[in-house]
């Protein structure tokens, strides 16, 4: 079966410093691939890579069998990654159905110009209006984005994925800065990704119950150099990986 994405011999320098270092894995279609390592290992950097924000130094990045690794970001969201970002990046001036709007637009190739054509212009809101639904913040449709919580807006970034229709979704830890009691409410919908949407999944989290309950396979990112990609349970008992957290809880 062809891989959903899949990456070789991928390396980032930055001014004589090794970010990434011949990173080579492919993820599976429908597949959920966690990535941990410590801070500054190069989880952010492999995403903004990914989502064609950087240049490689070195290495090719394909969506499927094609190459990708040339192209620029919106070239890439229209190939089918879509991501979050580890700071929250919703149009808080916005509305939330606004903010969901703008993603189906892109998705559905429409005119920007919503004056044009008031069919298509129902249409995409009702996109948006089921993006908001699945996420649960139907009720905040209309409220600004700026004036969500901090959970809800990481379900908004969800919702603006699901309505880009992107096939491969990236997350870079979805669930900074929020409270305790939200994260498992924020793991199911994140769960309804690969489930329900059937999307392909990265996550970089560094909460390891959470990696461990929703990851089908775990990358371990160390000083820019991946130490092994392999099920949880390999992973954990992967002596290596031990070694490399030592300290750490994992
Ligand atoms: N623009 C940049 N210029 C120089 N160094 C950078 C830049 N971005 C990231 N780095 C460095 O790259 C390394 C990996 O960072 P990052 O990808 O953010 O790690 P992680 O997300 O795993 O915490 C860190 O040492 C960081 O300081
Ligand atoms: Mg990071």
Redesign the pocket.
Known sequence: MISALSVTDLSLD??G?K?LDGITLSVKPNETLGII?P???????FFNLLSGIRKPSRGKIFIGDLDVTDLLPHERAKAGIARTFQTSSVFVNLTCLENVRIAAQAAHGKSMNLTRNAYKFTDVVGHAHDALAKVGLSAYALHRAGALSHGDKRRLEIAIVLASKSEIVLLDEPMAGMSVENVPELVEIIRSLATVHKKTVLIVEHHMEVILGLADRIAV?NYGELLVCDTPQNVIKNPIVQSAYIGEAL
Do not use: E, Q
Not at 39 to 45: F, H, L
């Open positions: 930055i001014g410093a970010i390592g801070n500054g290992a190069g989880k952010t950097s990112l």
